[in-house]
């Protein structure tokens, strides 16, 4: 599913993405782009710029992340991951 979901955003499928994605969908919650990387780095190193363009690129023009701010951080997530 998450190579579908890289591929309609027009975005190069790696590991990192697809993880990236996996844990978006496992979570389902909205999640910092700090909580994010701290949960992957566990597992997959990656920097912090990673995971940010796949929030950003993912969801595509159809199903953009949502965004909030609190206290000075953007809390990110998806309405419906669609493939």
Do not use: D, W
Not at 2 to 29: C, D, H, M, P, W
Not at 38 to 55: A, C, D, F, G, Q
């Amino acid at each position: 599913m998450e190579q579908n979901i890289l591929r309609n955003a027009s975005l190069k499928s790696t590991k990192k993405r697809q993880f990236l994605l996996y844990l978006l969908q496992k979570e389902g919650v909205p999640m910092t782009a700090k909580a994010l990387h701290e949960k992957s780095i566990i597992i997959m190193p990656m920097n912090l710029s990673t995971v940010y363009r796949t929030i950003k690129y993912a969801g595509g023009k159809r199903n953009p992340p949502k965004i909030h701010s609190a206290k000075g951080r953007s809390i990110f997530h998806f309405s419906k991951i669609q493939t």
